[in-house]
């Protein structure tokens, strides 16, 4: 018996069982399909997903609206003695309004004055959770040129339990 006949005998087997139940057959291929392109679905949706993510600040950031009559460079160092500060950004008062204008559509005019004051931004370490921002926004507004520290934490909590879902979702499926 020749590697052939088996094989003929198998195709034959397939061929008989085409023709007696196809609908068998349809059903246990489209199940096979199904069960071998969820992998590969998954895998495109996190390739696609990992560049937008991968952009997104993970830390959380402080917005100091300064004084008029401020030293913005002694009110920033004396911000990044404040712990868990890791970085500061003096946004110009000037720059500020010129970007709050192309954003919103208004057209540079000189006629407009500025109301924005200068703004420090404080980004504080990753490891920063809600309640040690609200203790560096406590102490920062203590500082003297500080007006305002508004804060918003509750987005990043959430971000972090999102994340660990998805890492825990990610290893449970392999």
């Not at 949706?45 to 952009?55: D, I």
Request: hydrophobic letters at 50%; glycine letters at 4%.
């Amino acid at each position: 018996m020749s590697i052939f006949a088996s094989h003929r005998w198998a195709l034959s087997e397939l061929a008989l069982g085409l023709r007696s139940d196809a609908s068998r057959f349809s059903f246990a291929a489209l199940l096979s399909a199904l069960a071998l392109s969820i992998p590969i679905f998954i895998a495109s949706v996190v390739f696609s997903l990992s560049e937008p993510l991968s952009g997104l600040q993970t830390s959380l950031e402080l917005t100091v609206f300064t004084t008029k009559s401020a030293d913005l460079k002694q009110v920033e160092n004396r911000i990044r003695t404040v712990p868990f500060v890791e970085g500061t950004e003096i946004l110009p008062s000037e720059k500020a309004f010129a970007d709050l204008n192309r954003n919103l559509g208004i057209p540079q005019s000189k006629a407009l004055s500025n109301p924005l004051p200068d703004i420090i931004i404080v980004t504080l370490k990753p490891e920063a959770s809600g309640e040690e921002a609200a203790a560096v926004a406590q102490k920062i507004e203590a500082i003297k040129g500080v007006d305002l520290v508004p804060y918003e934490a509750s987005w990043h909590e959430k971000m972090l339990a999102v994340s660990r879902a998805a890492y825990v979702g990610l290893i449970c499926l392999g």
